[in-house]
T-cell receptor, first 112, second 114 residues
Framework: GESVGLHLPTLSVQEGDNSIINCAYS??????FIWYKQESGKGPQFIID?????DKRQGQRVTVLLNKTVKHLSLQIAATQPGDSAVYFC???????????FGKGTTLSVSS | ETGVTQSPTHLIKTRGQQVTLRCSSQ?????VSWYQQALGQGPQFIFQ???????GRGNFPPRFSGLQFPNYSSELNVNALELDDSALYLC?????????????FGPGTRLTVL
């Protein structure tokens, strides 16, 4: 599968591959982190979240990893499908429910 | 359970005009946040409303103002529109009572300032 160590604005994968999207967050005091998916013409859609007291959380086909030492967040998508094509944003909260600070988005393109 | 709705979907204004955007929060949610998303960028926090009061504000000038109503719906008002105000305006609702931070976004209002 495709993986990137640093943030890249675009990621192209084949259907069925695993995808890894990386994000660096800004504030070491942030307590809550979220990954959003945004399709063209739509608002961001919640994918998965993680709190600062965890380093890994799994959902359906998605896993989020948190490395507080280097302020790094990653989203792993297993068996990527064409419907996963979208822009992915990470976001952080100093306190859950307050202002979200969004990172740079990554455009994921999945070809079949 | 209805999701977050926003109106209008698209809007064209000219520089100097004023605009009001509307948001209905998801059923059961008492907190509304507004974000501005310029083309190709991530959303930027404008402000948040909780119990009809502003509860946090981002780096936006005072000509950006808002309201929250008793039914938790909200308005974003922008005065003296500038060309750089052209963006997608997103509303997100959440529930303080739930104790989590998940914010649910509406589809946005696309504002074009000419």
């Amino acid at each position: 599968g495709e993986s990137v160590g640093l943030h890249l604005p675009t990621l192209s994968v084949q259907e069925g591959d695993n995808s890894i999207i990386n994000c660096a967050y800004s504030n070491s005091a942030s307590d809550y982190f979220i990954w959003y998916k945004q399709e063209s013409g739509k608002g961001p859609q919640f994918i998965i979240d993680i709190r600062s007291n965890m380093d890994k959380r799994q959902g359906q086909r998605v896993t989020v990893l948190l490395n507080k030492t280097v302020k790094h967040l990653s989203l792993q998508i297993a068996a990527t499908q064409p419907g996963d094509s979208a822009v992915y944003f990470c976001a952080e909260n100093i306190q859950a429910g307050t202002a979200l600070i969004f990172g740079k988005g990554t455009t994921l393109s999945v070809s079949s | 359970e209805t999701g977050v709705t926003q109106s209008p979907t698209h809007l064209i204004k000219t520089r100097g005009q004023q605009v009001t955007l509307r948001c209905s929060s998801q059923s059961g949610h008492n907190t509304v946040s507004w974000y501005q998303q310029a083309l190709g960028q991530g959303p930027q926090f404008i402000f948040q409303y909780y119990r009809e009061e502003e509860n946090g504000r981002g780096n936006f000038p005072p000509r950006f103002s808002g309201l929250q109503f008793p039914n938790y719906s909200s308005e974003l008002n922008v005065n003296a529109l500038e060309l750089d105000d052209s963006a997608l305006y997103l509303c997100a609702s959440s529930s303080r009572l739930a104790g989590d931070g998940e914010q649910f976004f509406g589809p946005g209002t696309r504002l074009t300032v000419l």
